[in-house]
Nanobody, 123 residues
Framework: VQLQASGGGSVQAGGSPRLSCAASGIAFSRYALGWFRRAPGKEREFVATVNWIGSTAYYADSVKGRFTISRDNAKNIVDLQMNSLKPEDTDVYYC?????????????????WGQGTLVTVSS
């Protein structure tokens, strides 16, 4: 199983990068997907999750209205569109897959994790 995240980098505040995570080795359409983030020395923080078919998504309050999670089951990809970035969004972002069809908001509910991609937002 491999989850490969990409799209991180350095952006200005207000920027709109798009993170992408490509999955292999799993029956992708049978998994809920999520994005988390973690700054050094901090707990992993839930960002967004989407159900197996992409019909239901849920967001952390800190990103609601700014971030959008989406999935393409034909391509085995889950994306996180990030808009109106703030310096406090600076973090390593991780994609994850959970062996369930519904949304999952806790880290312990996920079975597989990607390696993380760093997003640095400068003011």
């Amino acid at each position: 199983v491999q989850l490969q995240a990409s799209g991180g980098g350095s952006v200005q505040a207000g920027g709109s990068p798009r993170l992408s995570c490509a999955a292999s080795g799993i029956a992708f359409s049978r998994y809920a997907l999520g994005w988390f983030r973690r700054a050094p020395g901090k707990e992993r923080e839930f960002v967004a999750t989407v159900n197996w078919i992409g019909s239901t998504a849920y967001y952390a309050d800190s990103v609601k209205g700014r971030f959008t999670i989406s999935r393409d089951n034909a391509k085995n990809i889950v994306d996180l569109q990030m808009n109106s970035l703030k310096p406090e969004d600076t973090d390593v972002y991780y994609c994850a897959a959970a062996r369930t069809t519904g949304i999952v908001t806790t880290a312990r509910g996920y079975d597989y994790w990607g390696q993380g991609t760093l997003v640095t937002v400068s003011s």
